[in-house]
């Protein structure tokens, strides 16, 4: 993998004019005040470094919206573009395209045994949508469970599963949608003390929900499987399996929601198959094609498949499949197994990134946890250790949220890209970076703390 450190960027300040201007004269930005912003313009990118206008170059710790897999300008995938549009640049869904098949075939393919077939959406909360929809058409039943701290995107049934604050403006939406808690080992809901106790508590919890909530109304179940934007939650031992054991006890479809986390940002294809279990329908987007194209999807397991083979589908899409994204999807496959993403992924989160967030915590009296797997981790900060009280409220915002929002803007000034959310920073480079960049990448966040350090 190549060293993205860049140098020597020209500025160009009449471009930068230019590109601010027409932005803030005529974009409208989303979840945004309007007048409120100032998006920063964008000049070019490569690998897993991105640069402005006036010359100024960033780190991508965040792959800018966890999507951007394979970096910024990945040839392979640039190629296979301009490949496929200069051969057939677009064709409507009904009709077999050589691309889509083939991306169709090679996702099935690691999704495991039992899957054959692969819905195409464009993206990743019309990949929610169309899931549910399967569930309540096989099942004949309505309601859906998802929990609190969860993301799952903006249309109207996917944004009433979301757990978090962006749900709240958008109700009521779609009303036969009920939430639960699910495991937080670190701010337990269950006042567990082990990962085994947060796993059995939580499930009796969900458990109870479903009886309470009705059994017989409940067509499933949509958990990320890593829980992403909400805090890097990883599933303790055995909880996974009890939602399927659950599932299947009670007659519900268990979604696995793996926008963010499939297609190799925590080592695997699909996050599931870090825990041994295995899902009824599985939503996927962003990593797919690293979002260079919109794509996303539903891989359907064989039994809610057969369902539709002679009752049809009462859901479709104009751009579904479209050959110029599967065409970088089917490029993101070749690429991953050409380069060994996987392995490399497992290798830099146990090797580099695992021991160096050890170090950072130890050296920081803000940071009360780490997690992660893979190029998938959360810094936790909070004002103190001892009570686990957040460096910033919950949905904070304004002089409340000022402390992480420094620390951001100390990255930025160090040149690097982060992310972050509530009192959290997130790291979720692209998979292609270099350790060094990996590693200078996080130098710049262990300087940065110091800011938190400070509001103790």
Known sequence: MTDTLLTGIAPDLDADARVRADDRGHVFHSWSAQALIDPLPVAGGDGATFWDYQGQSYLDFSSQLVNLNLGHQHPDLVRAIQDQAGRLATIQ??????????????????????????FFTNGGADANENAVRMARLVTG?????????????NTTTAISLTGDPRRWPNEPADGSVAHFFGPYPYRSAFHATTPEEETERALAHLEQTIVLEGASTIAAIILETIVGTN??????????????????????????????????????????????VQPDLITFAKGVNSGYVPLGGVVISDRIAAHFDTVAFPGGLTYSGHPLACA??????????????????????????????????????????????????????????????????????????????????????????PFTHFNRVHVAPPLVISEDDLVRGLDVIDRALSIADSHL
């Open 141 to 153: 039943r309505r309601k859906v469970l998802s929990a609190y701290r969860s993301y799952h995107g």
């Open 93 to 118: 869904p009904s009709m077999a395209n050589d691309a889509r098949g083939d991306l169709a075939r090679r996702i099935a393919g690691v999704a495991g045994d039992g899957f054959q077939k692969v």
């Open 231 to 276: 805090g890097v939650l990883i599933p303790p031992p055995g909880y996974l399996a009890g939602v399927r054991e659950l599932c299947d006890r009670y007659g519900i479809v268990y979604i696995a929601d793996e926008v963010m986390v499939g297609f190799g940002r925590v080592g695997e294809w699909f996050a599931f198959q870090a825990f041994d």
């Open 328 to 417: 970088a999807g089917v490029a993101t496959f070749e690429v991953f197994e050409r380069d060994g993403i996987l392995e490399r992924v497992r290798d830099l989160g146990d090797r580099v990134v695992a021991p160096k967030l050890a170090e950072i915590a130890q050296r920081h009296p803000s940071v009360g946890d780490v997690r992660g797997m893979g190029l998938f981790w959360a810094i936790e900060l909070v004002k103190d250790r001892e009570t686990r009280e957040a460096l910033v409220p919950f949905n904070a915002s304004g002089a409340d949220a000022a402390p992480v929002a420094a620390v951001a803007a100390a990255c930025k000034r160090d040149g690097l890209w």
